[in-house]
Structure formats: structure tokens, C-alpha cells
């Protein structure tokens, strides 16, 4: 990776609508689905779908701190979300779907912690945010076949009442920060 290019990995429900939404936005040069947070070593969709492994479904990106900041990067996992619903993001059910922020160093760590208690402060939501925020130890890529999973299947039932509402809603709230091309 080169030397200006930072990781961000993070859990926030179906890594397909993930994906989809942080692929567009400026600054963020690769996004991969894949698991962290479990124990099994290599896991794979199958078994991280059964809860069993302790695995998030999870994000990794790369990004330019000189295009996109990591608190940017972060207002865009929270408002895309919904984090106070523990271990389910609406159908997805089960604690490979929760809310969960993965830093990688302690200014990871203390941004993430200060972003989660102003929103929790703010009173913007409800109910109180579970978003959880561990180390980050290991990310496992994902199965080929879930790499631009909505856009090599748009019109799939899922990708179209699931994810394009997400990254409709997406675009109408961040569209200063959305790749041109």
C-alpha cells in the first residue's frame, strides 16, 4: 500500500450495501468485503451466516486522509445505519450483521469513541448507539463472487429493496462527496 493511503474496516449489516456506498465516495481508492472480529481462522460466507464464528461481515477500505478524513469517513458508516439496533441491520439478523467499528491505531480508536459519544449526546437517535468499536487483529477478503456484488446484480430482489434505497439515500445526503466518474 503506499505511504498516503490509509485502512479504515468496519461492520454496519450486509457487506453488499457497504460496499456499494463507500466505492463511491472521493478519497476511498478500494473497498473489499470480507469477515473480522471472529476466531475461525479463513472463514467463509456459509459459516460467518451461521453466527457461529464470531465474525462480522466487514468493509476494509484504503483511502486518502488528504481527500477524505477518517471522521468523513465515519459520518458516512453512522448516517448509513442504523446503530442502535444490536446485532441486526432491518432483516439481517444475527451478530454478523452488527454495528461495529475495527480501528487500527489509537487515533482509530479515540476518534471513533469521540464521534460515538457525541451522537449518542446529541439525541439524534432514539435509542442508544451498541456500535461497538474493537482493535482490528485480522480481515479475511471475502468470496470472489461478493466483490461489486450490486452492481454485477441490480436487479436482484435484494439489491433492489435493500441496498438501492441505501445508496439512493447515500447519494442524496453526501452527493458533495461522490466520485464524478
Known sequence: MPENLET???G???FWC?????????????????YSGGDMAHPDYKTVCTGVTGHAEAIELTYDPEVITYPEILEVFW???DPTTLNRQGNDVGSQ????I???????????ENYKEQLDKSGIYKNPIVT????YTKFYPAEDYHDNYFSMHPNESYCQYVIRPKVEKFKSHFSDKINAG
Do not use: D, M
Not at 457497504?18 to 470480507?34: H, N, T
Not at 450483521?97 to 461495529?100: D, I, L, T
Not at 461497538?132 to 482493535?135: F, S
Open 8 to 10: 479504515a474496516t468496519f
Open 12 to 14: 454496519n449489516g450486509c
Open 18 to 34: 457497504s460496499e456499494a456506498i463507500f466505492k463511491q465516495l472521493k478519497g476511498v481508492k478500494s473497498v473489499k468485503s470480507g
Open 79 to 81: 448516517k448509513t445505519h
Open 97 to 100: 450483521y452488527r454495528s461495529v
Open 102 to 112: 475495527f480501528y487500527h491505531n489509537e487515533q482509530q480508536k479515540e476518534i471513533a
Open 132 to 135: 461497538v468499536i474493537e482493535p
